[in-house]
């Protein structure tokens, strides 16, 4: 089995060969938002609340071609971003498309993540998305970025789930097969994947999950490499996320795709077997929902937590009444209509009661209290507010 340094040299080699991701570069801020990348908007969905201090340090743990980083710099005006990389190549497309995009508060280190304890100083948000399951040691890369972690601060991660990615792995290993002793000529494999591709039947079943799921993304070689040819990656379900999360001695404060880990989406029709459900543990429900829909696993995307964390739920109305909401910086169109973009750029229509709060709590310092005694809402529609993540809330 190849050491620790040998992987890490072959996953090097990849990315110099293919900067992943492969996003063009421009001359201006990139569009939109990721809400997971804003310090504001990824507090408040891990703690009920608006954090107490805006000018944060962020690291990008394995920040590739830069675009996480990139936007990381623009969606928090008052924080400094640390990037690092083990490939020299892609790090040096991170540095031009930050320049190029005017993200200049950001430093960049060609450093391997189970490294970072030679950064200066700790972080309040490490993000490190399509990483830890590249490594050789994944426990030992997550523990190296917890220590990096000041008290209260936040860690997103994104590991592949073994699941929804069964087919991933065949081709993969059909592409090593043909390959032979050329694995490691990223280039070849690539060429050998397509050619697999191209000549199974239309009805094959790992060629109908390409062309459902991944070819859009695939058309380039980089993300083609980066799914198929990799010489590192580690598989993740249920049970083993949480020996990796366990692992790191942090908090887990959920899944930033919470939506996907709702059972009602799968059991609804059968109330028996949600009333059944309510005996099952977290972690139990967690697995329920993944081998009743693996193909929709392909990933974990989740946040943790470095103790103490302080955590608001807003049941008590008169600490509801006496904080100060704003609207979430990670929503689109709101100001024009009740039927906008939420934080997961997904089209939603609230109630106009919800919307004329909405619009209240725009740019002013005013609490809960007064703003509805000049809006006829309730607090059920300012809770109903909170919980959508449309607003947040400062006690």
Request: aromatic letters at 10%.
């Amino acid at each position: 089995m190849p050491d620790s340094q040998t992987i890490s040299a072959a996953v090097a080699r990849l990315y110099n060969t293919y900067p992943f991701p492969p996003e063009p570069l421009l001359d201006e801020p990139p569009p939109g938002y990721n809400w997971r990348w804003n310090w504001l908007a990824a507090s408040n969905f891990c703690t009920g609340q608006k954090p107490s201090k805006t000018k944060v340090r962020i690291l990008d743990a394995g920040c590739g071609s830069g675009v996480s980083t990139e936007y990381l710099v623009h969606l928090n005006p008052e924080a400094f971003v640390v990037g690092i990389d083990l490939s020299e190549g892609t790090l040096a497309v991170a540095k031009e498309r930050c320049q190029r995009s005017g993200a200049t508060r950001v430093e960049f280190h060609h450093l391997n993540l189970f490294d970072a304890d030679q950064l200066e100083g700790e972080f309040d948000l490490i993000n490190s998305v399509g990483v830890l399951h590249h490594t050789p040691d994944p426990i030992r890369g997550i523990q190296a970025l917890a220590k990096k972690l000041v008290p209260g601060g936040l860690l997103h991660i994104f590991v592949y789930g073994e699941l929804g990615r069964w087919e991933i792995q065949l081709m993969q290993e059909a592409i090593a097969l043909l390959q032979g002793d050329k694995r490691g000529d990223y280039a070849d494999g690539v060429s050998v994947g397509r050619q697999i591709f191209a000549s199974l039947p239309e009805d094959n079943r790992l060629r109908k999950r390409e062309q459902e799921r991944w070819s859009w993304e695939n058309q380039r070689d980089a993300c083609f490499a980066d799914m198929y040819v990799h010489p590192q990656e580690i598989d993740y379900n249920i049970n083993t996320v949480f020996e990796l999360i366990d692992a790191s001695g942090l908090e887990f404060l959920g899944f930033s795709n919470p939506k996907v880990w709702d059972l009602d989406r799968l059991i609804s029709k059968a109330p028996e077997l949600v009333e059944r459900a309510k005996n099952l543990s977290d972690r139990q429900r967690y697995r329920l929902i993944e081998v009743l829909d693996p193909s929709v696993i392909t990933h974990y995307e989740f946040f943790l937590g470095r103790s103490p964390i302080s955590k608001k739920d807003w049941n008590v109305d008169t600490e509801l009444l006496s904080a100060t909401p704003e609207p979430s910086p990670c929503i689109q169109g709101w100001r024009e209509s009740q039927k906008f973009f939420n934080q997961d750029y997904q089209i939603i229509s609230i109630s106009d009661l919800e919307w004329k709060f909405l619009l209240a709590c725009d740019g002013n310092q005013k609490n809960v209290e007064q703003i509805l005694q000049s809006v006829d809402a309730s607090l059920e529609d300012v809770r109903s507010l909170q919980r959508q993540q449309l607003i947040l809330l400062t006690p």
